[in-house]
C-alpha cells in the first residue's frame, strides 16, 4: 500500500538519471517506430517518402536528423482518406474503447481513438500532477466541466478514479447551479479552464457568495494558458477561492503530457509516456536547453493513433540538465506553454508572446482578467496588434482613456514595442466554460503562418 507521505507517485520514474532516461527513451522510439511503420498506413507512408525504415534508427541522432516530424494536417488527412480513422489508425477498430473529437472550429474535427490502454495510462498522467502539489484520495474534485466530446477533462476523470478519489459532476448545469453544488457538496478540488474558473468567482460574488466560502484547497486547470504560464492569473485565482492554483499541460491527440510542478515555476514532461525535442519553429533545428522553440512530442501512452516527432505548435522553454528543486529529472517547460508558433507575431521586429502580453496587461491596477488580442494589419501593411481588455467594475468610465494609455505604456516597456489598447466596460467580452478564445487574426491567410508551422 503507498504510504500518503510519499513524495512522488512514482520515484523510480519521477527521479530516473538523465542518462537512464535517454537510453528508455531511445529503446522506446525504436520499438514505436516499427509498431507505427508495420501498422499504420500513415507512418508506413510518411517514413517510405522520408527514405527512412524502421531498422535505420539507432541512436536518437538518427532519430532526431532522418525521422520526418508529423503534424496535425496530416492525421486530419489520413482520416479523410477513409473515415472516421483512416490510415491513421494502427489497431483494430474493434479494440478502440473511447472516441473524442476536437472541436473542428478551424476546420474538420480531428477524431481521437483510444484503446484501453491509452486511457489508463492518459489518466495516469494527470495522477503524477496530484500527488506532486498534496492531493490524495481523501479529496473530492468538482468537474465545471460540460461532458462532451473533448478529451481533456475527461482524461481527468480517469486520473481521479486512478488515484481513488471522489468524482462530483458539474455537467448539464449552469454556472450559478455549480455554485450551490459546491456550497452543498464541498469538494477540496476544483477543475476547470482558468477563465472560467474566474467567472465562477465572479458569479459567486453576484449572487452574494465569498468564492472562499466553497471550502476549496485546490485548483488543477487544463485547457489554455493557466497558474503556471500567468503569475497574475495565479494570484487571482488563489486570492479569489483561497486555493493552490496549479495546471496540467495538455495535447488532446497526444496526452496530458506535463502534470504540475509544486513549486509552481513550470510544468514536467511525463518522460515515463512522452519524449520530447524542441526545435526552431521555421529550420526545425533542435534549440539549446534554455531557449524557447515549438514542442515536438512523441508519445509511449498513445497507440490506437501514434504520434511520433509529432509538431504541437506549442512554445516552450525547456530545462533538463539538472534536477528540479522538486526532486524530479524530467523535462522542465519553464513558465508551461508560453504561446503557439501560429501567434508569436513580430512587430516592428519584436517577437510578441500571448502569456507575455497577457501577464503584462494583468499586472496593471484596474483591469479585470478578461482581454482579447488582435491581429491585424496597420496603414502600412505592417503586422500590429490591438489589444481589448475589460475595466474592474471599480473604475470609473471616464478613466478608461487613461487605463488605456497606462497599459500600452506597461507594453512598450517591457516588451520593446507600443501596442493599441482599448479598455471596454465590465460584461463586455464572452465567457467560455471550456478554452478561452484570446488570439483573433485578421490579417489575410496568405500573411498568417502555414498549417503545420
Wanted: net charge neutral.
Amino acid at each position: 500500500m503507498k504510504s500518503l507521505t510519499a513524495q512522488f507517485w512514482n520515484e523510480y520514474w519521477e527521479t530516473m538519471p538523465r542518462k537512464e532516461l535517454e537510453r528508455v527513451h531511445l529503446r522506446r522510439i525504436r520499438w514505436l517506430i516499427k509498431y507505427a511503420y508495420e501498422n499504420s498506413k500513415l507512418y508506413h507512408k510518411k517514413y517510405h517518402e522520408a527514405g527512412v525504415k524502421p531498422d535505420d534508427v539507432r541512436t536518437m541522432d538518427d532519430f532526431v536528423k532522418k525521422v520526418p516530424f508529423v503534424t496535425k494536417d496530416d492525421i486530419l488527412a489520413a482520416q479523410a482518406e477513409s473515415p472516421p480513422f483512416g490510415g491513421a489508425l494502427a489497431c483494430e477498430y474493434d479494440d478502440v474503447l473511447h472516441v473524442f473529437q476536437t472541436s473542428g472550429t478551424t476546420g474538420a474535427p480531428l477524431r481521437i481513438p483510444f484503446t484501453h490502454y491509452d486511457t489508463i495510462k492518459y489518466g495516469e498522467d494527470w495522477v503524477y500532477g496530484f500527488w506532486a502539489v498534496g492531493i490524495r484520495p481523501s479529496d473530492s474534485f468538482y468537474f465545471a466541466f460540460g461532458w462532451g466530446m473533448y478529451v481533456g477533462f475527461w482524461s481527468c476523470y480517469w486520473g481521479v478514479r486512478r488515484l481513488g478519489a471522489k468524482v462530483i459532476s458539474g455537467g448539464g448545469v449552469s454556472t450559478e447551479d455549480r455554485i450551490r453544488q459546491m456550497q452543498a457538496l464541498k469538494p477540496t478540488v476544483l477543475v476547470a479552464t482558468p477563465t472560467y474558473a474566474l467567472y465562477i468567482a465572479e458569479t459567486c460574488r453576484k449572487m452574494g457568495v465569498d468564492p472562499r466560502s466553497l471550502g476549496l484547497k485546490y485548483f488543477y486547470g487544463a485547457g489554455e494558458p493557466g497558474p503556471t504560464a500567468l503569475p497574475k492569473l495565479r494570484e487571482e485565482l488563489e486570492s479569489s477561492f483561497g486555493v493552490k492554483a496549479y495546471e496540467l499541460y495538455g495535447v488532446a491527440e497526444v496526452g496530458a503530457i506535463a502534470p504540475a510542478c509544486p513549486t509552481q515555476i513550470g510544468v514536467h514532461l511525463n518522460e515515463s509516456n512522452y519524449h520530447c525535442l524542441v526545435v526552431d519553429p521555421e529550420t526545425g533545428e533542435l534549440v539549446s536547453e534554455g531557449e524557447r522553440g515549438e514542442n515536438v512530442v512523441t508519445s509511449f501512452a498513445q497507440l490506437a493513433q501514434p504520434v511520433i516527432k509529432y509538431r504541437t505548435k506549442d512554445v516552450v522553454e525547456w530545462h533538463y540538465s539538472e534536477p528540479c528543486e522538486c526532486g524530479r529529472t524530467w523535462v522542465l517547460y519553464k513558465g508551461s506553454v508560453l504561446g503557439r508558433t501560429d501567434y508569436v507575431v513580430k512587430i516592428r521586429g519584436i517577437n510578441v508572446y500571448q502569456t507575455a502580453v497577457e501577464n503584462i496587461v494583468r499586472s496593471v491596477p484596474g483591469t479585470s482578467p478578461h482581454l482579447e488580442m488582435h491581429i491585424r494589419l496597420d496603414e502600412r501593411g505592417m503586422d500590429d496588434m490591438l489589444v481589448r481588455v475589460e475595466a474592474d467594475p471599480s473604475v470609473p468610465r471616464d478613466s478608461y482613456k487613461d487605463l488605456s494609455e497606462r497599459i500600452a505604456e506597461e507594453l512598450r516597456a517591457a516588451i520593446g514595442v507600443r501596442l493599441d489598447v482599448e479598455v471596454v466596460p465590465p460584461g463586455t467580452l464572452p465567457r467560455y466554460e471550456l478554452k478561452a478564445k484570446k488570439m483573433f487574426d485578421h490579417r489575410p491567410k496568405e500573411r498568417r503562418l502555414p498549417s503545420g508551422v
